[in-house]
């Protein structure tokens, strides 16, 4: 019963890799966000220059012609040569509807910039930015059948389920500026995404608002852009409550407050005895307190409130559904900060998060020093991977799990750019002799893993299908 616990779990994680791939839609805020969702990194010395590393990173899965970048989000290259003071940090921004991008380094010592679908060269920096075919290869279906009848169900040949478009960021960077000119060759490279604006309660917001076990009042709200002639301004949200009080009289609260990230704070008032024209009675006004709205989604949230004691309401927090919409407006709730990091194919999405989501993967994503990983995930790792060893009957994988997580827990691929044969997966971490490792763009990384992860010759029986480039940014035309 125990084994086939595991087996079950283990089929269980597998198939979240079909569903997501290496590492598209690995978690909740990710999913969510998906301009700020990655799905892979890739890393090599470039075959036609030793002198220069390739880094290629992918993002927003299943991405159209009609996707574009997001100048809401930051792409950073994150590469670290050992040393102290040796991570070098590349930011690449969109501008002019994501048509334009800009790469730097610290201090512009390393500078890109141009329009997408374009080679950018500049000193020591090349950048290609645009779409491209997802160069990620795997059999999402054959994991699924594996999943419902605790089976392996895979064909050989197996079918390539991930044939579509994917956004594109490649880098190609003179090698000696990262590894101090040689130096230090070993280099640990991985991709974050950090969104840092149009984030928060958006203009989509906007509408009507109830409470379904209460529903005999309801609040309207409208968000309020910041001021034009003032850009850095709070956005502010506009409240009218339609309430009774104590004796069952209609009562008109609102008010205006500003919204930060995921929360408005609005400070109210109400209005008594007010008159039309032509017998015109100007309204009594008087303060209320605050209202405090906070949104989970787009579609649900709370609404706290603070009432003044001398209003004679109690303190109450009702629970807000969205009655309306505005038509035409697009409502989002995107989180600040860092959404999404990658290195390693397919860690977040099978070794974090394996019994049940509690959230870890979200954290996974959030986690910004590396030197705090082990700490935060090895051992939910360690575990994971004990269990996926059994997926093929037996306790046989390659690498004890223990051993295994110690390594993967530092999410960074790792390239010695002092080679310029690149052709293993986890070459420098299995001290594989003259090979640069990193991960290249042909690399069956996934039958790799399973290899290691599982037992000696699982396989999905995919080969990659994409037709790459023979020069940069060597990943594939779109589809």
Same mark, same amino acid.
């Given at each position: 019963?125990?084994?086939?616990? #595991?087996? $079950?779990?283990?089929?269980?994680? %597998?198939?979240? !890799?079909?569903?997501?791939?290496a590492d598209h839609r690995d978690g909740p805020l990710a999913t969510g966000d998906p301009a700020a969702d990655l799905n892979d990194v890739y890393?090599?010395?470039? *075959?036609?220059?030793?002198?220069?590393?390739?880094?290629?990173?992918?993002?927003?899965?299943?991405?159209?012609?009609?996707?574009?970048?997001?100048?809401?989000?930051?792409?950073?290259?994150?590469?670290?040569? +050992?040393?102290?003071? +040796?991570?070098?940090?590349?930011?690449?921004?969109?501008?002019? +509807?994501?048509?334009?991008?800009?790469? /730097?380094?610290?201090?512009?010592? %390393?500078?890109?910039?141009?329009?997408?679908?374009? %080679?950018?060269?500049?000193?020591? %920096? /090349?950048v290609w930015a645009g779409l491209r075919d997802d160069p990620f290869f795997f059999d999402g279906p054959a994991f699924q059948r594996t999943r419902q009848t605790l089976a392996p169900q895979f064909t050989n040949p197996g079918v390539n389920s991930f044939t579509t478009n994917t956004l594109t960021i490649a880098l190609g960077i003179n090698s000696d500026r990262l590894s101090n000119n040689g130096a230090n *060759?070993?280099?640990?490279?991985?991709?974050?995404?950090?969104? &840092?604006?149009?984030?928060?309660?958006? $203009?989509?917001?906007?509408?009507?608002?109830?409470?379904?076990?209460n529903s005999g009042h309801g609040v309207f709200i409208h968000t309020i852009g910041a001021d034009p002639n003032d850009p850095q301004s709070p956005r502010t949200m506009v409240a009218h409550w339609a309430v009774f009080d104590n004796q069952g009289n209609q009562l008109n609260v609102y008010g205006a407050g500003?919204?930060?990230?995921? #929360?408005?704070?609005?400070?109210?008032?109400?209005?008594?005895? =007010? /008159?039309?024209?032509?017998?015109?009675?100007?309204?009594?006004?008087?303060?209320?307190?605050?209202?405090?709205?906070?949104?989970?989604?787009?579609?649900? =949230?709370?609404?706290?409130?603070a009432p003044l004691q001398s209003t004679g309401f109690a303190p109450t927090t009702v629970n807000l559904t969205r009655l309306t919409a505005v038509e035409d407006l697009n409502c989002t709730l995107f989180s600040e900060g860092q959404i999404d990091? @990658? +290195? /390693?194919?397919?860690? @977040?999405?099978?070794?974090?998060?394996?019994? $049940?989501?509690? =959230?870890?993967?979200?954290?996974?994503? #959030?986690?910004?020093?590396?030197?705090?990983?082990?700490?935060?995930?090895?051992?939910?790792?360690?575990?994971?991977?004990a269990a996926l060893d059994t997926l093929d009957g037996a306790a046989n994988a390659l690498v004890p799990p223990a051993t295994l997580a110690s390594i993967l827990v530092d999410d960074r691929l790792i390239v010695d750019v002092?080679?310029?044969?690149?052709?293993?997966?986890? $070459?420098?971490?299995?001290?594989?002799?003259?090979?640069?490792?990193?991960?290249?763009? &042909?690399?069956?990384?996934?039958?790799?893993?399973?290899?290691? !992860?599982?037992?000696?010759?699982v396989s999905d029986f995919?080969?990659?299908?994409?037709v790459f480039l023979d020069d940069f940014p060597f990943v594939g035309n779109p589809l």
């Open positions: 019963m125990a084994l086939f616990s #595991r087996m $079950a779990t283990a089929v269980f994680a %597998l198939a979240s !890799v079909s569903a997501m791939a890393t090599f010395v470039n *075959p036609n220059d030793p002198d220069e590393l390739i880094v290629i990173l992918t993002m927003h899965p299943g991405a159209s012609y009609a996707t574009r970048f997001s100048d809401a989000v930051d792409y950073r290259f994150h590469i670290d040569n +050992g040393t102290p003071n +040796g991570t070098t940090l590349i930011s690449c921004r969109f501008s002019d +509807g994501g048509a334009r991008v800009l790469c /730097r380094g610290a201090g512009d010592t %390393l500078y890109a910039e141009g329009r997408i679908e374009q %080679l950018i060269d500049a000193d020591d %920096l /090349r *060759p070993v280099l640990k490279v991985y991709a974050s995404s950090a969104r &840092i604006d149009d984030f928060g309660i958006s $203009a989509g917001h906007s509408g009507a608002w109830y409470d379904p076990a500003p919204i930060t990230d995921n #929360r408005a704070v609005v400070s109210v008032i109400t209005s008594r005895d =007010g /008159r039309f024209p032509p017998m015109t009675n100007p309204p009594t006004h008087t303060d209320f307190g605050t209202l405090t709205f906070d949104f989970t989604s787009c579609n649900q =949230g709370t609404m706290t409130v990091r @990658n +290195g /390693r194919p397919g860690i @977040n999405t099978a070794l974090i998060d394996l019994l $049940a989501d509690t =959230g870890l993967r979200d954290v996974y994503n #959030r986690a910004e020093d590396p030197s705090t990983w082990a700490a935060q995930f090895q051992t939910e790792m360690a575990n994971n991977l002092s080679k310029p044969t690149c052709t293993a997966y986890l $070459a420098v971490e299995l001290n594989v002799p003259n090979d640069c490792g990193g991960r290249t763009l &042909i690399r069956d990384v996934i039958d790799d893993t399973l290899g290691a !992860v599982v037992g000696p010759g995919v080969d990659n299908d994409s």
